[in-house]
Each structure stands twice: as C-alpha cells, then as structure tokens.
C-alpha cells in the first residue's frame, strides 16, 4: 500500500484511463511541497503528448491496475518499469540525463 495520501497527484496518460492502454511506465518523483510526491502513470510509449495527460489522484490509478501496490514503496526519482501488464515491474533509478524530462519519453 502506498504510503501517499489519498489525494496525492498522478499524472496519468488518458488512454490509460480510457483501458485502451496499459501502465507499462511508473514514476515517483518530489512534489512542489516539502515530503510530498507526484507520480506518473504512462504506457511507455512515444505516442503520448501533454494535451493527453490528466491529473487524477493516485488512489485512483492504483485502483486500475492494482499490481502498483508491488512499487509502493519506489524512492523518489525512480521509475518502475515492465515490457507488458504480464511482466513484473524492474525498479531504477531515473538516470541523472533522463530527470526533469517527460517520463513518458524516457
């Protein structure tokens, strides 16, 4: 279970949220106030494109797709990723030239 607050932000790919998509990607990086957290919920793809982004909170992704609770506790500035929904998620950390970007471009 996550330790975040029910109201914690996720950016998350609309088709994501449509079920036309699958969470392949996830990122915990800091929030803009202190010991907070905003993650990212993506597909993994090049497709994705800021117009496409919706901010929901995280209670409601881990609710879709409920093998989020497996990277619960992901640091900060780590990603999880898995090549399909089948796989097991492989935790990293975000690489130094890859921080700041886009996750899903990464």
Do not use: K
Not at 52 to 60: E, G, P, R
Not at 63 to 71: C, S
Not at 74 to 89: G, K, M, N, Y
């Amino acid at each position: 279970m996550f330790d975040a607050g029910e109201d914690t932000t996720c950016h998350v790919d609309r088709r994501i949220l449509s079920g036309d998509e699958p969470i392949l990607l996830f990122v915990c990086e800091s929030g803009d106030e202190p010991d907070s957290f905003v993650y990212h919920a993506m597909t993994g793809d090049s497709e994705c494109v800021a117009e496409n982004i919706a901010i929901v909170c995280l209670s409601h992704v881990v609710e879709l797709d409920r093998t989020l609770n497996a990277v619960a506790d992901l640091p900060v500035d780590w990603w999880a990723t898995r090549p399909s929904p089948r796989d097991a998620w492989q935790t990293e950390p975000i690489p130094e030239s890859e921080r700041g970007e886009d996750p899903d471009e990464a």
